[in-house]
């Protein structure tokens, strides 16, 4: 079955640097585009990043880019999300996601807070 392990998440301050992790297993992880989410306190989920496949093109939020970025290790069945400059309002939990036979598959999600 599809299986999605996010890791990485923690306290940092603002302008510092996190690197999540997600781990997939359960299907053929090279096949499928990838995706990071993000859902804080009281508000709704949002996408964060995409990265597709095979050409591996990203496609990241207004509120994040230049400050994100997402790849992949397709050896590793890992999807990253780099995320510099830190501000207190990336404070969520991050999710990866992939989407597959029409269903959205999610991991237990990393807190990420920002705060001094």
């Known amino acids: 079955q599809v299986q999605l392990v996010e890791s990485g998440g923690g306290l940092v301050q603002p302008g510092g640097s996190l690197r999540l992790s997600c781990a997939a297993s359960g299907f053929t992880f090279s096949s499928y585009a990838m995706y990071w989410y993000r859902q804080a306190p009281g508000k709704e989920r949002e996408l964060v990043a995409t990265?597709?496949?095979?050409?591996?093109?990203?496609i990241y939020a207004d509120s994040v880019k230049g400050r994100f970025t997402i790849s992949r290790d397709n050896s590793k069945n890992t999807v990253y999300l780099q995320m510099n400059s830190l501000k207190p309002e990336d404070t969520a939990v991050y999710y990866c996601n992939v989407r597959r036979a029409g269903r959205y598959y999610w991991g237990q999600g990393t807190q990420v807070t920002v705060s001094s």
């Open positions: 990265i597709t496949s095979p050409s591996g093109s990203t």
